[in-house]
DNA sequence: ACCAAAATGGTACCCACGTACCAATATTTA
DNA sequence: TAAATATTGGTACGTGGGTACCATTTTGGT
């Protein structure tokens, strides 16, 4: 982990892991170099190595900190709608929303390219499996929430099988070059989700 | 393209064209380097620039190639399966043979993962889109074949939701580092196969 | 105030890679 | 067969990137 131990050292660290996940963010795992993260926080390349012993370190702290901070987003928003709303267009949009990203919703391939890219990027990186083993479980909790409240079926098993259709409706249109890859994970839900409440 | 016009050149470029194709299977795109096809193929460094204007060049005839050569073997093992076989176990699992290729039957997580890192990194070369259009055509179409002949619903809908159900499963698998995304992709699609004959 | 530890930042090393160059050969074709 | 064209293969250039080094400077505790 490599901390700090001043409290100025602990806010450059913090400023390395904010640069890192905003081009973890932007441009994916690739994106994320001693280099580019030094000069996005605008501190020199030496303190990545000072606070971070390696790349994959730093990359760590960058998944980290992004899906946190997404995932505390999507629980405020649900927790906006606490008034359950049994619409399934809005329940779906939600499921939308915390599985590919509010970004997802202005249309466009990158944002949504961008996460899968993420996603499948994982496996190799091994050291990030507890973390996004325990943010998976999160978001499923979240999912469920949302199911239970607008009144349909919430259990693993079924949010298991939502992922699954987002998942693979959302690769299938991104392979086919699909220029609304959300708005097809979309037409999967929304026909699931009506003829099962 | 940078075509040869002599026999021998021909043949060396082929050389270097299943060079990169078996790279790409072992390792992905990025395994696809200069250096790795010269050397795997027994040529010099200079004869990969000679034949192909560029690497992305290189690349896009190697997937053509393993593409190509894995649909036909698809349809080779469809065909000798000739006698309609309606047994949903065998369906299940020539269709997972297609999707996920016969080397995943083996077990472990290195040649699915490969796919899909595949998959995913597709739409970062946009040079590939229109073959990968082509052979995905032609992939669905075998499946429906596949489908039709056990008397299952082989509508184009049809066909895409199985894709999506298969591809959401392992994606979700390898993310949470399921040892088998083979198995967990067999589990839904044996679940909804079996109830909508 | 003083010392040890923490932090800083400039620089350098080394490697991998895509690509260009070019003189020497081999192959075609008129 | 001779000129034109295709091929060969060794080498070199330039870039980007991870990481190491180290002389200073700053900070925190006593």
Known sequence: ???????????????????????????????IRHRAVAERAGLPLASTTYYFSSLDDLVGAAVEHEARQELAAGRAQLDALADARRDTGTVVELILDLLLGTESRHGGVEPVLLRYERLVGTPRRPYLAPLIRELTA????????????????AGREHVRYLFALVDGSVVNALIESDPDPRGAARRMLSAHLEQSP
Do not use: H, N
């Not at 909790?141 to 199911?147: D, M, N, P, W």
């Open 1 to 31: 982990m490599t901390a700090a131990s001043t409290p100025k050292g602990e806010r450059r660290r913090q400023a390395l892991v904010v640069a890192a996940g905003q081009l973890l963010a932007e441009g994916g795992f690739d994106a």
């Open 138 to 153: 999160e978001l499923q909790q979240l999912v469920a929430e949302i199911l239970a409240r607008s009144g349909a079926e």
